[in-house]
C-alpha cells in the first residue's frame, strides 16, 4: 500500500471530554437549534440567513466578523435567523490548494491534523460560548464530524460530495438541519436523492461501529447553480427554478420541503459582488408566490471583513478570504438590513 500510517489521532469522544462546549453554551446551542427547525418545519416565518467567510483561515478574524454580526441580529431578530459560517474543511477540485484549518490551522504552515482538530473544535466552542451563535460547518469527511456533532447548528454536504452514500447516511444521524447541495454538474434528481436518503433510517459502517440511524426530517435542498460540460456557469436561483424545485418536492413526498439559495458559485459565476443582486432577486420570487414563499428558508451568503479574496502569503490582509472572494462587512451589514427590510 502506497500509504504512510502517520500518527493515530485522538477519537472524538477524547477530544470532546478535553475540550468540553459547557453546560450553559449547551442550553444556548439546543435553543439555536430549535429555532432552526422551526423554520424548516413551518412553524416559524423567520428567513436564514448563513452567512460568513468562504473558508474559515483564523481564529482572531472569524470570531471578530462573528461578533459584528451579533450586534447586526440583535436589530434583525424579528425577521431572521443568522447562522455564521466557520467552514473548516474546505473541498478542493483538484485536491491541491488551502483544505482549510482541519489541515492548516495556520495556511502557511504545513499540514498538522491533531493540532487542526483541536483549533476547529476551540473556534467553534468560542463562538458558541462567546457569542451565542449556532453556527454552520460543512461535511466534507462525514467519519470527522464527529469532533463537532456537539457544537454545531446547522451542516452543509457540498455539490462533490451530494452523491456520496456515505455522506447521506451520515447525514441521516443528524439532529440538526442539514442542507443537500445540487451536484456541480447540476442534476437535481441527485441533490433530491440524496434528501430522500437523509431522511431515511440505515444501517451502517461507521468509524468502525455498526450504526443505525432514526432518519432527518430536517434534510433540505441548497441550489448553488452547476457548471455545463464546457466549464461555463449557469444559475438556478431564478423564478422558475424555484418553482421546478417546489414541483418536484411536491412529487416526491419528502418531509419539511425547502430549500436554502446558496448566492455565490456557480449562482454567481464567483462574482462575489453578484450575491447583493441575486439576494434581492430571491426575495422578489418569494413576495410573487405564496409557494415559493413557503419553499425558500434561506440564503446562503459568502462575506468576510473585507472584499474579495487573496493569495495564502506572510503578510496576509485581516480578514479577506484565502479561497473564494467575499463581500466585505459594509457591504454585508447592509445587505443584511436590506433583506430585513424587503422580507
Known amino acids: 500500500m502506497n500509504m504512510e500510517f502517520y500518527r493515530k489521532l485522538p477519537i472524538p469522544k477524547d477530544i470532546k471530554e478535553e475540550f468540553p462546549l459547557g453546560a450553559a453554551a449547551e442550553k444556548v446551542l439546543k435553543e439555536r437549534v430549535d429555532e432552526l ?13 448563513v452567512i460568513g467567510p468562504c473558508s474559515a483561515d483564523r481564529e482572531d478574524a472569524v470570531l ?34 488551502y ?18 482538530i483541536v483549533a476547529i473544535r476551540k473556534l467553534h466552542m468560542r463562538a458558541v460560548a462567546e457569542t451565542g451563535f449556532g453556527c454552520a460547518d460543512e461535511m466534507l ?31 441521516s444521524g ?19 436523492n440524496a434528501i430522500h436518503a437523509a431522511q431515511s433510517s440505515h444501517v451502517f459502517l461507521y468509524r468502525g461501529w455498526e450504526v443505525k440511524t432514526l432518519g432527518n426530517p430536517y434534510a433540505h435542498a441548497i441550489l448553488r447553480g452547476y457548471v455545463d460540460n464546457l466549464g461555463k456557469s449557469h444559475p438556478n436561483y431564478h423564478y422558475e ?54 419553499l425558500v428558508k434561506g440564503l446562503m451568503i459568502e462575506s468576510y471583513l473585507e472584499d474579495g479574496a487573496q493569495k495564502i502569503c506572510d503578510n496576509p490582509v485581516y480578514g ?12 454585508t451589514e447592509r445587505l443584511i438590513y436590506d433583506i430585513a427590510d424587503g422580507l
Not at 38 to 49: H, M, N, P, T
Not at 142 to 170: C, F, I, K, W
Not at 174 to 192: A, L, Q, R
Request: proline content about 6%; some cysteine; charged content about 25%.
Open 141 to 171: 469527511y462525514p467519519e470527522n464530524y464527529r469532533y463537532l456533532s456537539d457544537l454545531l447548528a446547522y451542516v452543509a454536504v457540498g455539490a462533490r460530495s451530494v452523491e456520496d452514500q456515505h455522506h447521506r447516511m451520515t447525514a
Open 99 to 116: 483544505k482549510g484549518m482541519l489541515h492548516q490551522p495556520d495556511p502557511n504552515q504545513k499540514p498538522d491534523m491533531l493540532k487542526g
Open 241 to 294: 427554478d424555484l418553482y421546478d424545485l417546489y414541483e418536484s418536492y411536491a412529487r416526491s413526498g419528502l418531509e419539511n420541503p425547502a430549500v436554502i439559495i446558496d448566492t455565490n458559485h456557480a449562482n454567481s459565476g464567483k462574482k462575489y459582488l453578484e450575491q447583493i443582486r441575486i439576494s434581492k432577486e430571491v426575495l422578489h420570487s418569494r413576495r410573487h408566490s405564496a409557494d415559493i414563499k413557503g
Open 37 to 49: 427547525k422551526a423554520v424548516f418545519s413551518g412553524e416559524s416565518d423567520k428567513f436564514i440567513l
Open 64 to 97: 471578530d466578523y462573528i461578533y459584528r454580526l451579533r450586534g447586526v441580529q440583535e436589530k434583525v431578530s424579528d425577521k431572521i435567523i443568522i447562522v455564521p459560517r466557520i467552514y473548516t474543511n474546505k473541498p478542493r477540485t483538484t485536491g491541491e490548494g
Open 174 to 192: 443528524f439532529d440538526i438541519p442539514v442542507g443537500m447541495k445540487n451536484p456541480t454538474g447540476g442534476d437535481n434528481s441527485i441533490m433530491m
Open 320 to 331: 479577506q478570504s484565502v479561497t473564494d472572494p467575499c463581500l466585505g462587512w459594509e457591504k
